[in-house]
């Protein structure tokens, strides 16, 4: 099928003072981001839930498939079954399924097996991938660079979301197969990971990490 082509909606005429300006304070309010892992109960709106999901949806997918879905769960007896169902399988893993390396490597993040913020936090939302879709009449059509849409898409979410200013955390228990079957998804969808969202309870503390430096991360050729 040939492109249909539209008009690129304008982008706004600013000076290279304004966009650096800008570029530099949305660099500020992102880097203010951390993974909470203490949340406070209170509820979020849903219409912030909502927006937030509008923007991951806005990301870039492989062949404009966005492969992606999004299951807000709010419900304290879903939360409960994520929750206990999480917390048998973390347990296995820090008892000994994960190589003794990688515990290491998490120490620093003072993580367990207990995850008491998949029910104390107002709201979980479950990423799936959606590793083939369908068309109209019911045949599978192949998605493409799945890993990478979802993970832009899960981007944007993280930034809308803090954007807003709410916490959150992304949570992988692994595997995390229990999700489909908890939530009920269909079996082209895999989930990705938990998006945790709430306010942080006043008592939070968080890991003393830092992020590496721009010349740590970027070359310039
Ligand atoms: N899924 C486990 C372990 C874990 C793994 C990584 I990589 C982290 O960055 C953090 C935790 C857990 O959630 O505790």
């Known amino acids: 099928m040939p492109p249909v082509l539209v008009p690129l909606p304008s982008y706004p005429n600013l000076t290279d003072a304004e966009r650096i300006a800008r570029a530099e304070a949305f660099r500020d309010a992102i880097r203010s981001r ?11 709106p849903m219409a912030a839930v909502r927006a937030a999901i509008e923007s991951a949806g806005s990301a870039p997918s492989g062949a404009n498939r966005q ?13 409960r079954a994520i929750r ?10 820090y008892a000994g399924r994960a190589p003794k390396e990688w515990l290491e490597a998490l120490e ?27 068309v109209p009449s019911g045949g599978r059509v192949k998605n493409y660079y799945v890993t990478e849409s979802v993970g832009i898409a899960t981007g944007l979410l993280l930034a809308g979301l803090h954007h807003a ?8 228990p692994s595997p ?11 079996p082209n969808e895999k989930a ?22 721009l010349d740590a991360i970027a070359s310039f050729i």
């Open 108 to 134: 620093p993040l003072g993580t367990d097996w207990r995850k008491p913020f998949l029910e104390t936090a107002p709201v979980l939302i479950v990423v799936f991938q959606e590793l083939w879709g369908r």
């Open 176 to 186: 995390m197969s229990f999700l489909r079957d908890i939530l009920k998804r269909p």
């Open 67 to 79: 492969p992606w879905h999004f299951v807000v769960v709010t419900d304290a007896q879903t939360k």
């Open 192 to 213: 990705a990971m938990i998006v945790v969202v709430g306010r942080a309870a006043l008592d939070a503390r968080v890991p003393a990490i830092a992020k590496k430096p």
């Open 34 to 44: 951390r993974t909470v892992r203490d949340f406070a109960p209170a509820p979020v």
């Open 84 to 93: 206990e169902a999480a917390e048998e399988e973390e347990r296995a893993f």
């Open 165 to 172: 200013g709410f916490a959150t955390l992304t949570h992988t």
